[in-house]
């Protein structure tokens, strides 16, 4: 017998973490008119009122940031908008002469061209028609990659290149998806967690979790992907329950990074994996990660 | 049956210019990007949205180059009326209706900005008991809130009806639907008071048509009133979890 939890909506439990606390920045909310003032500039997430062009109001619901004149309306979750620099995680959806297509969780996929990425063999090589035709050799469809984003196409879609050993095929691990909104902006997204794992936080929302491996610098770099090396049991364990420690997190809104994580995995030791699924148990990882992030603040 | 009552109560006690009890939430699905549902007294509305993402599929022939491609897909669940249907989308209503609701919404998005891209709207009717499209664009509006599309302002719907030849009446129930009366739905921009689709179901004499159609974009104003509260309370609630996404020096959220 397969052992199935049913529950009820109305006995749904609630993932918020805040309880009454006072004080929120200024909101917005799609419509609602910013300002009159005919000095600002319009950024992301506002418009110029067609009527009166003076009035300045906002298209999406959230926070309001001011740079300057500069006016942009920050939405609390939307679509991965790509910046220079960040790293991201995506999956190949196309073969094409000389680029792959790759989903990143943005609005359009993103473009990483075969002059962007190290061949096997040699730093500086030329890369020939041959290579063209080898590219599904070294990517094809379907395949993870970690990638940096490049550059950022007039029309919004990214250029994305793997010029640095970090980056490269992923082979054996787990992939979580979060709102991109929820990934902190670190100087690194690498990291080897104290517990025993490595996760990589793609600012795209994507989280790869894998094993560390034994020799330090190799990384996941690369285009070799070994499926015939076996992970054990503790490894497979301990990735288990940091994917479900990052959805807990990230279910009641937390901040994903290297310490919130690790408190998560801390707290969660309390509970087996299986129950980290449930809904209350959940809650309380998240509470208690919350209160560790608070605590570390206060002192 | 009448409408209206000598005391001025409709059938179900409300007052002519009161709507029904509406009750929503946001971010009820973490698959979908955004993701709403409504209640409008005893009709019950379920709405996601994907997108805007890469098209995908047969949607690949027809992107626009300087707008999204807006698909949306009406469905009502065969158990949400009282006679079970037979299809649940795909019929002609569903396929109008689809259509007048897709209408309703590229009103309000900002589709200039998300040029070669796709952007997927669901709204399914759990239960039907009248003004199903204006329950439908409500969830929408809010379900594209909750995936931070850009809208000029809300898609706001609402229907209205007239009692006894004089009287306008808010937001029709399923009963006063059948019970006969003509019947005006209209879906609009409610800050700058556009009206991006109005329907009539029958004829009624055009001396009637100013002030049922106040009636009905009065509606309209106080449903954005009460979407605008949620969304605020929605948009508060995890943006302060997540610390307004600020950090300190050590790099620490709250």
New interface residues.
């Given amino acids: 017998m397969q052992n199935i939890k049913i529950r009820l909506a109305s006995e749904r439990v609630s993932t ?3 309880f009454g ?1 006072e004080g ?2 200024q ?1 917005f ?4 008119t910013i300002t009159d003032n005919q000095r600002v500039m319009s950024g992301h ?1 506002t ?1 110029m009122d067609e ?1 009166n062009k003076d009035v300045l ?1 906002a ?5 309001i940031e001011r740079v300057n004149q500069l006016i942009c309306v ?6 991965y908008m790509g910046e220079i620099g960040d790293v991201v995680v995506g999956r190949i ?1 196309e073969v094409q002469q000389k680029r792959w297509k790759v ?1 990143t969780n943005a ?3 993103s473009v990483l061209l075969i002059s962007s990425v190290n061949l096997p063999g040699g730093e500086l090589r030329r890369r020939s028609a041959e290579d063209e035709q080898m590219m599904r050799k070294y990517l094809q469809e379907g395949d993870l990659v970690s990638a940096e984003v490049q550059s950022v196409f007039s ?2 879609s990214l250029s994305l290149h793997t010029r640095s050993l970090k980056y490269g095929k992923l082979s054996q691990g787990v992939l979580v998806k979060v709102p991109p ?2 990934i ?1 902006r ?1 100087k690194n997204h690498f990291h080897n967690l104290l517990c025993g794992a490595s996760v990589i936080l793609g600012n795209n929302g994507l989280v790869w979790i894998y094993p560390t491996s034994p020799e330090d610098d190799s990384g996941v770099g690369g285009f070799t992907q070994n499926l015939e090396q076996v992970i054990d049991k503790e490894d497979r364990e301990r990735i288990a329950r940091l994917r479900n420690c990052v959805l807990a997190i990230t ?5 994903l ?1 290297d ?2 994580i690790q408190y998560a995995f801390e707290e969660s030791l309390n509970y087996s994996i299986k129950e980290l699924l449930t809904p209350e148990v959940m809650l309380d990882v998240a509470f208690r990660t919350r209160h560790r ?2 605590a ?2 206060d002192s | 049956m009448e409408l209206l009552t000598d005391q001025g109560l409709r059938l179900d006690g409300r007052r002519p210019n009161e709507l029904r009890n509406i009750k929503c939430k946001m ?1 009820v699905y ?1 698959q979908a ?2 993701s709403a549902y409504i209640e409008q007294g005893n009709t019950k509305v379920l709405a996601t949205v994907y ?4 098209p995908r599929g047969q949607a690949r022939n027809r992107i626009h180059h300087d707008e999204a491609l807006v698909n949306c897909q009406y469905s009502q669940a065969v158990f949400s009326a009282g006679e079970r249907k037979n299809r649940p989308r795909g019929d002609r209503k569903s396929q109008e209706i689809s259509i007048h609701i897709r209408q309703a919404l590229v009103a ?1 998005i ?1 589709t200039e900005l ?4 796709q952007l997927d709207i669901f709204v399914e009717v759990l239960q039907a008991d009248g003004g199903n499209f204006c329950a439908c664009v409500n969830a929408a509006t809010l379900a594209l ?10 898609a706001v719907a609402c229907s209205a009806s007239l009692a006894n030849g004089e009287v306008p009446l808010v937001d029709i129930s399923h009963l006063e639907e059948m019970t006969g009366g003509p019947n005006l739905t209209v879906a609009s ?1 409610p ?2 008071g556009q009206v991006a689709l109005m329907e009539m179901s029958q004829r009624f004499h055009s001396d009637h048509l100013p002030k049922v159609l106040e009636r009905a974009l009065e509606g309209c104003k106080d449903i954005h009133r009460i979407l ?1 509260d949620t ?2 309370k929605h ?11 600020q ?2 020096r ?5």
């Fill in positions: 918020s973490l805040t606390e929120a920045p909101l909310t799609p419509g609602e997430g418009y009527e109001k298209s999406v619901a959230g926070t920050r939405p609390i979750k939307c679509r959806t989903d609005r359009l996929d029309d919004g909104s929820l902190l670190r279910a009641s809104k937390l901040m990074f310490s919130s992030l608070q570390y603040k | 971010g973490n990007d955004g997108g805007p993402h890469q309000a900002r998300y040029p070669r891209s809130v909750d995936a931070g599309v850009g809208m000029r302002e809300y921009l800050i700058s605008d969304v605020r948009v508060e609630e995890t943006g302060r979890a997540s610390g307004w996404g950090v300190d050590a790099g620490i959220v709250l």
